[in-house]
């Protein structure tokens, strides 16, 4: 327990279950995953802790088996914009009045919550809405969620502790940390369920009030998160979802006198012109927003020639094809040494070959579906492209069916030229492009990886030289927020390795850190002084 007032919980991470055969936590989640797919889920909006439901709805179904109806989700338009604007507003007086203590307990409430009562429920609307396997689900949608709460509730104790020093006789001087005027609106992406959780709670864990739009594709799983917040004690109002277009929603926000912020991960040409706007509109706002923003990757693994084969292959296997690359973090350029691409390539075939894929539902499939038929359509595009270049080769996969679900085959393209198109432009898929370098040209390359992408996200070194690993360290500093050394370029642990990039890839705040938490709030200084100074003059004066 930290010492003192602030007495809250030390966080650690919350342990991942392995969903093995025979194990109780697999029999529990393939029952919440019949039970999700064996009735029609009617999901509305909510506003001022109201259940809003209209005429209009969105279907829903599994990417993975996209003839089957999950539910429908009722579709808001501008005026539910406003009714959300209207009820944070109206919600915000008594929260950012409520003790840190209090907010904190709502939080912490949640996670527990999260990691037990509703983990199984959680995990399969996240397996069947994202079509994301159990592992993948359980360290997002119970895992990582649930260490953003705890976590982020110990880094909020922290900032109210933090004070200067009294050193200053008959003089007392603190710090306020006051939330944002106005309201803050979370726009949250598909792939995670735990950051479409984060963005929206942690600006409201430090007293401000949300209006949260997620992704038509993440809805599904956003609803359970929504009951998880209610069932915990959020008050209405504190943090409004609704489903609406991404015009009309910023149509209203972005011309809302009260905007304070936007917490945002999505892509960086969607984050490049909500920035824009904001600025166009920046005379209109009571106040500067705060503009919080992960975007793109073009994420990179760099071997060494001194790399370890079974380290470099699993790296790139698990890091390229992990949900089916659909990970802001995912590795998608790699760059191999020439003497070893030959024994590398018939590694990466191998384990290719094993994989299965296919459904959710079948535990044994280690890749499933790609989000919807627009994704699945753009990948397809640049792996037939590759096909018929000349800069290139598909040698692993390329091949693709979306009859019953929106299913490419983990493919492996090696890059004639450093700079072809897939390894600069983000896909956001399981393609992988590799370019073989000479030997002997390892400076070049490093200038390579620097230079060849927009994006400075996640990046990896696989050495066993020390020279080289300080070497790629520095020389890339500014390619990776998240830099990793014999790992694979994706897997942050909140707590652990706060996630964030910059150049093309974002603000680079971190989330899951205290540097996120300070970007929304507005601190205060208060002098107060015991014995004030009662005549104008000092003493040189005398």
Not at 52 to 61: C, E, I, L, P, Y
Not at 242 to 260: L, M, N, Q, R, T
Request: hydrophobic letters at 40%; charged letters at 20%; glycine letters at 8%.
């Amino acid at each position: 327990m930290l010492k003192g007032f602030f007495n809250v919980p030390v966080p650690s991470n919350e342990p991942v279950y392995s969903y093995a055969a025979g194990t109780k936590e697999r029999e529990l989640l393939q029952a919440a995953i019949k039970e999700a797919r064996g009735k029609e889920a009617d999901i509305p909006m909510y506003i001022g802790g109201q259940e809003v439901r209209t005429d209009n709805k969105g279907k829903m179904s599994p990417p993975h088996d996209h003839q089957h109806t999950l539910g429908y989700y009722h579709k808001g338009e501008k005026t539910h914009v406003t009714a959300a604007i209207d009820a944070a507003l109206a919600a915000k007086p008594k929260w950012e009045a409520l003790a840190w203590e209090q907010r904190a307990a709502i939080f912490l409430k949640a996670a527990e919550l999260a990691s037990t009562k509703y983990r199984y429920k959680l995990n399969a609307a996240t397996m069947l809405a994202q079509s994301k396997n159990p592992y993948q689900a359980e360290i997002d949608s119970a895992c990582e969620f649930t260490d953003f709460l705890r976590f982020n509730v110990a880094y909020m104790t922290e900032i109210y502790r933090q004070q200067p020093p009294a050193n200053s006789k008959g003089v007392w001087n603190r710090v306020e940390q006051r939330p944002l005027e106005g309201f803050v609106f979370a726009l949250t992406p598909f792939n995670f369920t735990a950051i479409a959780g984060n963005l929206p709670s942690c600006v409201a864990m430090m007293g401000n009030v949300v209006v949260w739009k997620p992704s038509n594709a993440q809805i599904y799983s956003a609803h359970v998160l929504m009951e998880i917040f209610q069932e915990a004690g959020l008050p209405d109002g504190v943090i409004n979802l609704i489903y609406v277009s991404g015009p009309d929603a910023g149509d209203v926000i972005f011309k809302h006198p009260e905007f304070s912020g936007i917490h945002f991960t999505g892509s960086t040409g969607v984050f490049q012109d909500i920035w824009k706007t904001i600025g166009e509109q920046i005379h209109n706002y009571k106040t500067y927003p705060r503009i919080v923003g992960e975007t793109g990757g073009k994420d990179f693994i760099l071997a060494h020639p001194s790399a370890d084969l079974d380290v470099l292959n699993t790296a790139l296997v698990r890091g390229a094809f992990e949900y089916q690359g659909q990970k802001c973090s995912a590795a998608s350029r790699a760059y191999v040494p020439k003497s070893l691409w030959n024994a590398l390539k018939a590694k990466m075939e191998k384990d290719i070959s094993s994989f299965k894929i296919g459904g959710t539902e079948d535990f044994s499939n280690f890749i499933n579906a790609v989000i919807d038929e627009k994704s699945f359509d753009k990948i397809t595009s640049y792996i037939e492209r590759a096909k018929e270049s000349a800069d290139a080769e598909v040698v692993i996969g390329g091949d693709y069916d979306k009859t019953k679900g929106y299913f490419i085959h983990p493919t492996v393209i090696v890059a004639k030229k450093h700079d072809y198109e897939t390894m600069s432009e983000e896909l956001f898929g399981p393609v992988l492009t590799i370019y073989v370098y000479e030997d002997e040209k390892w400076e070049e390359t490093l200038k390579m990886v620097d230079t060849t992408s927009i994006y400075a996200l996640t990046g990896s070194i696989i050495s066993q030289c020390r020279y080289a690993i300080d070497e790629a360290t520095h020389a890339l500093r500014n390619a990776a927020g998240n830099f990793y050394i014999n790992d694979k370029c994706t897997g942050a642990v909140v707590g652990q390795q706060p996630f964030g990039g910059a150049r093309g890839s974002g603000t680079n705040d971190k989330a899951g850190s205290m540097i996120n938490l300070l970007r929304w709030v507005s601190p205060r200084t208060i002098k107060e002084t015991f014995n004030p100074d009662t005549d104008y003059r000092y003493p040189f004066l005398g």
